[in-house]
């Protein structure tokens, strides 16, 4: 008899090692469950292999009777296996709860193990529990807390008001719902643990359940200064709450005054976005605050101090902060200027206190496509991209500009709207020249509309590559738009309608 034990348990070993293997490259059907299997087919053959004068009758009919145990285990397991998940993930029919299909196989497992017991053993479980009242007492006081876990995570799984994957917060305790087995909930917080709550615990407890492709509502406020008018306030939070990366669009960002406190307007913020989990939260809401702070900055307010501060409320900035320039340092950097670099530095000395350094936090947008334009801007520090919106909605780069870039020349001269968007990739600090701070200059100096047409045309055409004929005719065209867009502005005379040189 040791020969069909020997020859049998590594058919059986391989049989199920194959079919796993087989089973991982089909992706739509659940892995098949070797443990148990592969457990009893080990047992059953040292079982087999164990002469019969060796161990007393005793111990061979205890040790048959665990042979026997296991198998079944085995078949159940496997039978549930091939006769439910397999189906379900096939979409034959519903895929049942996974704590009904684990209940039904500890019923059926016990129902066997009585069976076996009795038949190879001679012990009667069922007759040893209900004529023994006392037993029954202690078994019945012992369970009570299981019980009461197992009926709970039965009513979970029929109600199902979450399932694997969504974040609920149940007493406090938060986290990722990874599994719900017969007697408990497993959740994965941020910080990577795993918790374990029984299930009786989060059935009688209230919880938040957010399912992982919903929307996130993520609620905060901030406090600005009262010199600033509560309605610019909430649509300059609200703007730069919008053009936060990883803030949905809809809903819509919104911001409320909340209250007047001491030192302060207290406003309630409420940003949407995807992932309820609390590392998603935090980012989210640093990155609103970041923008707040830089639009802010740009605007010429800052979040005040407490009433309490015994600190001067503003600390002299830092020498060599580039946002801070000095009137000097900035006709320098005009000087610089592709377009600017032969005016000369009476004109520079004009020009230069009449523009100013934009501070832009990474990620925040600079201007977006299709908006008029007013301004170019010039990189003094960090970088920017240059982004174009295709018909599917997305955005591809077009370029990716340094220190000492322009961008913005076209618009700010044909008063074209913007034809892409442009994104800080860093701590950005850009000089911003607006048309009106060029109106001065061509008031005193006509022909700077000219000098400023030539190069903003030579800088176009020498990327496109066009004849010595287009250009002239372009030039002209630039030239007569750029005439009628001052002209409109303010009065502009002794123009040429010609294009220099």
């Not at 045309?457 to 287009?470: D, G, L």
Request: glycine share 8%.
């Amino acid at each position: 008899m040791a020969i069909p034990g020997l020859v049998l348990t590594p058919l059986l070993v391989l049989g199920l090692l194959g079919l796993h293997a087989w089973l991982r490259r089909r992706t739509r059907l659940p892995d098949l469950p070797l443990l148990l299997p592969l457990g009893a087919a080990l047992v059953h053959g040292a079982v087999a292999t164990i002469p019969a004068g060796l161990v007393g009758a005793t111990a061979s009919r205890w040790l048959a009777s665990l042979d026997q145990l296991l198998l079944g285990y085995a078949l159940i397991r496997l039978a549930t296996w091939a006769g439910v998940q397999v189906p379900g993930s096939l979409g034959w029919w519903p895929q049942p709860p996974k704590i009904l299909r684990d209940l039904a196989m500890l019923v059926l497992a016990a129902a066997y193990t009585a069976l076996v017991l009795r038949e190879r053993a001679g012990v009667n479980l069922v007759g040893l529990f209900t004529t023994s009242a006392v037993l029954t007492a202690v078994v019945g006081l012992a369970a009570q807390e299981t019980l009461k876990d197992m009926v709970a995570g039965i009513s979970l799984q029929l109600d199902a008001p979450f399932s694997e994957g969504d974040w609920i917060e149940v007493n406090g305790e938060a986290g990722v719902v990874k599994s719900v087995t017969l007697m408990n909930t497993y959740l994965q917080p941020a910080d990577g643990s795993l918790l374990v709550i029984p299930n009786d615990t989060v059935a009688q407890a209230m919880a938040r359940c957010f399912a992982p492709r919903a929307p996130v509502g993520n609620r905060f406020s901030i406090g600005l200064d009262y010199a600033l008018p509560p309605g610019q306030a909430c649509a300059l939070l609200e703007a730069a709450m919008a053009d936060c990366p990883g803030v949905l669009t809809e809903p819509p960002p919104r911001a409320w005054v909340g209250s007047y406190a001491d030192s302060a307007i207290t406003y309630e913020l409420m940003v949407w976005h995807q992932g309820a989990g609390e590392l998603q939260r935090l980012e989210v809401r640093s990155a609103v605050l970041q923008h707040i702070w830089y639009a802010l900055s740009r605007a010429g307010h800052s979040i005040p101090y407490p009433v309490r501060e015994l600190r001067p409320k503003d600390p002299a900035p830092a020498a060599d902060d580039p946002a801070l320039i000095d009137v000097a340092a900035r006709a320098r950097l005009l000087g610089r200027n592709g377009l600017f670099q032969e005016l000369g530095a009476e004109q520079l000395a004009r020009l230069a206190p009449l523009t100013r350094c934009l501070r832009f936090g990474p990620g925040e947008l600079v201007m977006r496509e299709g908006d008029p334009s007013t301004a170019l801007f010039q990189v003094v520090q960090g970088g920017v991209d240059v982004l174009k919106t295709n018909p599917q909605g997305s955005q591809t780069r077009l370029a990716r500009l340094g220190v000492g870039d322009v961008f913005g020349e076209m618009g700010l001269c044909t008063g074209a709207r913007r034809s892409a968007s442009v994104r800080a990739t860093a701590d950005t600090v850009l000089l911003e020249v607006e048309r009106d701070d060029l109106l001065p200059l061509v008031e005193a100096e006509p022909q700077f509309l000219e000098q400023l047409a030539h190069l903003v045309n030579r800088r176009r055409c020498e990327q496109e590559q066009v004849s010595a004929e287009q250009e002239a005719e372009r030039e002209l065209n630039l030239l007569q738009r750029m005439q009628q867009l001052f002209g409109a502005m303010g009065p502009v005379s002794g123009r040429r309608t010609t294009p220099a040189g």
